[in-house]
């Protein structure tokens, strides 16, 4: 699992260590908006995530990194590179960053060196990612990241009893 690095930020391995983290920032409403579950109450269930993530890395199916401060400082957010399909050279991508690190320009940062990564070092073509309806931060990351709209999944996911829209993009480099 690849350790990166940008001018700010130290992107490693996640571990069963950051679940207390990734449940500070997941029990936030307001950084939950727009995610597939709600805000977490229970702090077993974001080690049971992490747990799973974990063991998708190891089985080397997704990459998952928290994302720190500087090497060694507090973490903020995580990201992450998943649904790796080598044969067909694709990847989907994803990212959650706590309230108190939005609007610092982090998460481009932490997605420009994954995209690099992904692209160069793994040799994938294509990537794509999927945000739910009216996640206009997002969007303009994604864009931002050269990545552009695709379509829209209708009802694409069910949270609280609500069918919700996602957009799709997607990144394609030769």
């Known amino acids: 699992m690849p350790q990166l690095r940008t001018s700010r930020l130290s992107l490693r391995p996640l571990s069963t260590g ?3 983290v990734m449940f500070a920032m997941m029990r936030d409403a307001e950084t ?4 597939d579950w709600p805000a977490f109450t229970d702090p077993e269930t974001v080690e049971e995530v992490v747990a799973a993530q974990i063991a998708d890395m190891d089985a080397g199916n997704s990459l998952y990194w928290a994302v720190c ?3 060694g400082g507090p973490v903020i957010g995580c990201c ?7 044969h067909h050279a694709r990847g989907e991508v994803g990212f959650l960053f706590g309230r108190a690190s939005w609007g610092q320009g982090y998460a481009f940062e932490a997605m420009t060196a994954i995209a690099d990564y992904a692209f160069g070092e793994l040799g994938l073509a294509r990537l794509w990612a999927r945000f739910h309806a009216g996640n206009e931060k997002s969007r303009v990351l994604l864009e931002r990241l050269g990545f552009t709209y695709e379509g829209t999944l209708r009802g694409h996911v069910l949270r609280e009893g609500v069918r919700r829209d996602c957009s799709l993009y997607g990144c394609i480099r030769s």
């Open 80 to 86: 992450d590179l998943s649904e790796i399909d080598r």
């Open 32 to 35: 939950m908006q727009f995610w």
């Open 69 to 71: 401060l500087e090497p």
């Open 18 to 20: 950051d679940a207390p």
